[in-house]
Structure formats: structure tokens, C-alpha cells
């Protein structure tokens, strides 16, 4: 039996595949739970016209990102904090941070698009990379130093 998947099913495909299945595992498992639709010429037109729609919205969000990545190549943020004698910082800076300065300069980012592996400790100049989007990152540098 042929079905088109409407999410994304492990070890099966990704939304929009057409794929062949047994027929007892398509009627009681994937189509019940709406993991599918049966192949029909409508649905496959539906899914045509809807995957097109969902391509035009990535589009739009890519270009998006893309000059908010070229508006940020030329950034570089300088974050302030109380270190000791050893360049160790008492706390730390962390993604919310970088976040709040990126906001002050008028860069709203969210939180969970820069990727600090860790948090910083020490003083000293650091890339951090934001992912803007799936294909566009873009590495922030951050100036950690005393007050």
C-alpha cells in the first residue's frame, strides 16, 4: 500500500515522502494516528501544493537570517565582568549574556540560538557561534574582561 507521510516517521521517511508499507501497518498504525494519508491523486496534489507553501516559508526565514547574519559579522560584543588575579571571573557569562548585549545593540537574538558550549570563566576573547538558521551561522566575537 502506498501512503504519503505527514510527519516524520523513524525508520520510515520524513514528512512528505511517498512511501510503500504493508497494508495492516498503514490502516491501523499510521494513518489512525495521523502519521500518514493514503496515496491518492488528491492528497498528493494537497501535499504538492502544501509542501511548496512549506518551501516558500523557509525561503523567507533563510533570507532572513542571512542578513541578520550579515548585520552581525560586523559585531563584536564586549562584556564586562569582576575577575580575580588569576583572569578568572567571579561567576560566569552564559548565553544569557551574550543574549542581553546582543539586545542593547539592538540585535535581538534568542536565547537558545547562541551555542555556548560552556560557560566562560576566564577573561579573554571568544567565538560563539549563533545559529540563525538550519544553513546560516555566523560566529560572534565576545570580549570578556575586567572592571
Given amino acids: ?3 504519503i507521510l505527514t510527519e516524520d516517521v523513524p525508520n520510515l521517511g520524513s514528512m512528505g515522502d511517498l512511501v510503500k508499507v504493508k497494508p495492516g501497518y498503514g490502516r491501523n498504525y499510521l494513518i489512525p494516528r495521523g502519521f ?3 496515496a491518492t491523486r488528491g492528497n498528493r496534489r494537497h501535499l504538492d ?3 511548496r507553501q512549506i518551501e516558500d516559508r523557509k525561503a523567507k526565514l533563510r533570507v532572513g537570517a542571512e542578513a541578520k547574519a550579515g548585520a552581525l559579522r560586523d559585531t563584536a560584543i564586549t562584556i564586562a ?3 580575580g588575579d588569576d583572569d578568572r571571573l567571579f561567576g560566569s557569562v552564559t548565553n544569557r549574556d551574550i543574549e542581553a548585549a546582543l539586545e542593547a545593540l539592538g540585535h535581538p537574538i534568542e536565547r537558545r540560538r547562541i551555542l555556548v558550549k560552556e560557560p566562560i570563566k576566564t577573561l579573554g576573547i571568544y567565538h560563539i557561534p549563533l545559529k540563525l538558521h538550519a544553513d ?3 560566529n560572534l566575537p ?3 574582561c575586567a572592571l
Fill in 1 to 3: 500500500m502506498e501512503i
Fill in 136 to 138: 546560516v551561522t555566523v
Fill in 81 to 83: 565582568r569582576q575577575a
Fill in 142 to 144: 565576545v570580549w570578556v
Fill in 49 to 51: 501544493h502544501v509542501m
Fill in 36 to 38: 500518514a494519508v493514503l
